[in-house]
């Protein structure tokens, strides 16, 4: 396990990326809390991730945001930014920076110019760094198994694979505002949209399994971020039941809890599949990017991932969801009939 000389190190994790990266790291960011409990772990990312790190306060105590470095698209680089970054990191002192953000290629060597005590994480057999500290970078592998397997290198327990995401009471009292809906009748979210235009399914396929889920008593919603309402609006212009549209009306935190209480979630492979999968809420995920085996849902038998680069068929799809919701379905009328015979019973003893 790594060793330091005290009981409450600093230790930083660099993870500069987006929401979907971010979430499947949880696990791991979890088993390193439970090593080293009253450690000051800080995150070194993206601007964003200040919501992040609010959200996940258990096992981060605070963001240092991340400037950018040439080779990396995810920050435009700036010199003198660059350099400011370099001098107040190296004043840290960290007792270790974990590499978490890629084989290593680039960052490696960006780190070790932060100066901490000691440097760990990921690196590639032909660049390799100290073995104790470092181990190979696994291709073919889910990305939350991959940062657990580091965690494992390190000497730390790291077997939880389950993901996570807390959510607030004012969350949910804020669903309540916007969704009244929720704990009344059941729906289905269907959030169309993703980062990448590229990794985004037809708009005409959501709209017709949307159209599927109305014909059978379900609540459709539609949620995306407020750039996304374009293609929101789009597939419910294309829809020919009703919708309700909250793209661009929430905040993250109240979509996951809108996922959380749906049936079912129909969305691309991007961050609020994992959030599907934190709260185990049913899903029928379309892979774009050719790697769902990295970035889908692992939890097969309740989530439904389709590769959609290697076998394109609406009717495969289509099939599962029918298939779903009449499972779903009858398990309602399951409850219901159990519900009215219970009541029955119940009036005979008051009787």
């Known amino acids: 396990m790594m060793q330091f000389t005290t009981d ?22 979890r088993a390193l809390r439970q090593a080293f409990p009253k450690a000051d772990i800080s995150l070194i990312g993206l601007p964003w991730a200040t919501s992040f790190v609010q959200r996940y306060n258990k096992y981060i105590n605070r963001l240092i945001v991340f400037p950018g470095y040439p080779g990396l698209p995810e920050q435009p680089y700036d010199e003198k ?4 970054f370099v001098s107040q990191m190296q004043q840290e002192q960290f007792d270790c920076i974990l590499q978490m953000q890629g084989n290593g290629t680039i960052v490696n060597e960006m780190l070790q110019q932060l100066q901490p005590k000691q440097l760990a994480g990921f690196h ?3 660049c390799r760094m100290n073995h104790w500290w470092f181990t190979e970078y696994p291709e073919g592998i889910h990305e939350v198994k991959r940062h657990l397997r580091l965690m494992q290198h390190l000497g730390i327990t790291a077997n939880d694979l389950q993901m996570e995401f807390p959510i607030t009471e004012q969350e949910e009292a ?6 009244p809906f929720v ?8 959030h169309p949209g993703s980062r990448s235009t590229d990794r985004q399914w037809s708009p005409c396929y959501f709209a017709a399994l949307g159209d599927y889920c109305a014909e059978h008593g379900y609540c459709v919603v539609l949620t995306g971020t407020p750039d996304e309402t374009y293609i929101t609006d789009y597939v419910a212009n294309l829809m020919q039941h009703k919708q309700v549209n909250l793209a661009g009306k929430t905040s993250l935190g109240v979509v996951a809890a809108l996922i959380k209480h749906a049936n079912l979630l129909i969305s691309n492979c991007t961050g609020v599949s994992h959030i599907a999968a934190a709260t185990r809420t049913p899903s029928i995920i379309i892979s774009m990017d050719g790697e769902p085996d990295r970035w889908g849902p692992m ?9 959609w680069t290697k076998h394109q068929s609406f009717t495969e799809v289509h099939n599962k969801l029918t298939g779903l919701i009449a499972t779903d379905l009858r398990k309602a009328n399951a409850v219901a009939r159990f519900g009215a015979v219970q009541s029955g019973r119940m009036g005979f003893i008051i009787k």
């Open 8 to 29: 409450t190190p600093k230790i930083a994790i660099f993870r500069a990326l987006q929401l979907g990266d971010m979430l499947c790291a949880v696990p791991a960011l």
């Open 81 to 84: 930014n660059w350099q400011q």
């Open 124 to 126: 590639r057999k032909d």
């Open 174 to 179: 804020q669903l309540q505002q916007v969704a």
């Open 183 to 190: 704990h009344n009748e059941p729906y289905v979210v269907i």
């Open 299 to 307: 939890n097969h038998s309740l989530h439904h991932t389709f590769d």
